[in-house]
Each structure stands twice: as structure tokens, then as C-alpha cells.
């Protein structure tokens, strides 16, 4: 059974760091793509970043790129997202998804990242 | 970036009603278009890829169409379990974008 663990969030002021994480299991991680997608309170889905399943390549939207870092240790079968410079519209729940041909096939249970004095 | 919109907003609809969700790009996506469930504290869940293709579990009364730039998420007759939030996902260019969601309450 494909499980994903996230896990990492937390309050944390303006222009601080977070780091989170996804442990994965019941599939060959270092076999997919991963990603992380967003969802504010209330608000819609908002991808936020994908990364090759060799860790080769990653991607990343606009909102986040140059304050955030996707990366993956298929050793561990863990994957992270490194968040620096956090801002207020960074609040949300972030999920871990796996990917399938670039699809979200499975989700974790999402981790809640508020940003706030 | 292809944006996606979804109409309408919201459906209102009873238990055995047929759902017909829509989803129209930007610009074309070709098939490379995904349907998503969510219900109240849940993640999202996987139901169609490349616009008609059901995923792994997924009933027969939830069927998408449409290539190019227009798409239809359709379910048959609505069971209890399918009250939720409905998102549609390109993932022909990046950045990967999401519809705005509609409810089917």
C-alpha cells in the first residue's frame, strides 16, 4: 500500500525557514517523480514544485522560486521541501504527492504551514 | 501559464442526479488533463487522467471527455459519497496548474 508521511510544519515569523518532509513507502520511490502541491485556508489547489525521479531536474512556480528547495534522498525514500524567506501567503496546508506520468496519483495527509507574527 | 476555469462554482444537485463539471484551458492541453476529488479535511484524490482515463478504484459513474482546451467531468448519478470539491489539473506545460474547484453540493 503506497503510504506518504509529510510531516515538518509549523508557526514560523515572516522571512524565517522550515523544512519539511515526506516519507514514502509501499512503492519503489526512486522510481517517480514527486512533487509538492498547496492549499491555502479556504482556497484552491496551488502546485508548488516537482522533482525527477533521479533528482535530476526539478521545478518549480514562480510564487516560490529562488525561496524554495526541492529535493529527495532516494536512499532514504524521503523527500523534502526546504522553505526560506517565508511569507504570509505561504500559510497553507502542504501535501507531498507522488507522481504518475506527472499526474498526483497518491497524496499525504498534508502538513500545515502558518506564517504570522 | 494555462489557466484553468471551472464552472460552475457550485452544483446543487440530489442523490441518482447526473453531474456534468467543466473545465476549459487557456490554451490546448491535448489529453493531459486530470480530475481531482476533495472532501472536508482530506487530501485531494486522483479520479481521471489524460481526460478519460479512470484512475486505480475508481467507480464507473465518474467518466471525463474533451482534448484541446475543453473538458467534462460527468458523474452518472450522484451517490452520497460524491458531495465534495472537484479540481481539474493540466499537466501539458509547466507550471502544472489547477481549476479553481467546483463544489457539488
Redesign the interface.
Known amino acids: 500500500e503506497v503510504q506518504l508521511l509529510d510531516s515538518g510544519g509549523d508557526l514560523v515569523q515572516p522571512g524565517g525557514s522550515l523544512r519539511l518532509s515526506c516519507a514514502a513507502s509501499g512503492f519503489t520511490f526512486s522510481g517517480y517523480g514527486m512533487?509538492w502541491?498547496r492549499q491555502a485556508p479556504g482556497k484552491?489547489?496551488?502546485?508548488v514544485s516537482?522533482i525527477t525521479a533521479s533528482g535530476s531536474a526539478t521545478?518549480?512556480?514562480?510564487s516560490v522560486k529562488g525561496r524554495f528547495t526541492i529535493s529527495r534522498d532516494n536512499s532514504k525514500d524521503m523527500l523534502f521541501l526546504q522553505m526560506d524567506s517565508l511569507r504570509a501567503d505561504d500559510t497553507a496546508v502542504y501535501?507531498c504527492a507522488k507522481s504518475?506520468?506527472?499526474?498526483?496519483?497518491?497524496?499525504?495527509?498534508?502538513t500545515l504551514v502558518t506564517v504570522s507574527s | 501559464?494555462i489557466v484553468l476555469t471551472q464552472s460552475p462554482a457550485t452544483l446543487s444537485l440530489s442523490p441518482g442526479e447526473r453531474a456534468t463539471l467543466s473545465c476549459r484551458a487557456s490554451q490546448s492541453v491535448s489529453s493531459y488533463l486530470?480530475w481531482?476529488q476533495?472532501k472536508p479535511g482530506q487530501?485531494?484524490?486522483?479520479l481521471i487522467?489524460?481526460a478519460s482515463k479512470r484512475?486505480?478504484g475508481i467507480p464507473a459513474r465518474f467518466s471525463g471527455s474533451g482534448s484541446g482546451t475543453d473538458f467534462t467531468l460527468t458523474i452518472s448519478s450522484l451517490e452520497p459519497e460524491d458531495f465534495a470539491v472537484y479540481?481539474c489539473?493540466q499537466?501539458s506545460n509547466?507550471?502544472?496548474?489547477?481549476?479553481?474547484?467546483t463544489k457539488v453540493e
Do not use: C, N
Open positions: 512533487s502541491v484552491g489547489l496551488e502546485w516537482s521545478y518549480y512556480a514562480d501535501y504518475r506520468e506527472w499526474y498526483f496519483d497518491y497524496w499525504g495527509q498534508g | 501559464e486530470a481531482y476533495q487530501a485531494p484524490r486522483l487522467y489524460d484512475a486505480t479540481f489539473h499537466r509547466w507550471p502544472r496548474t489547477f481549476g479553481q474547484g
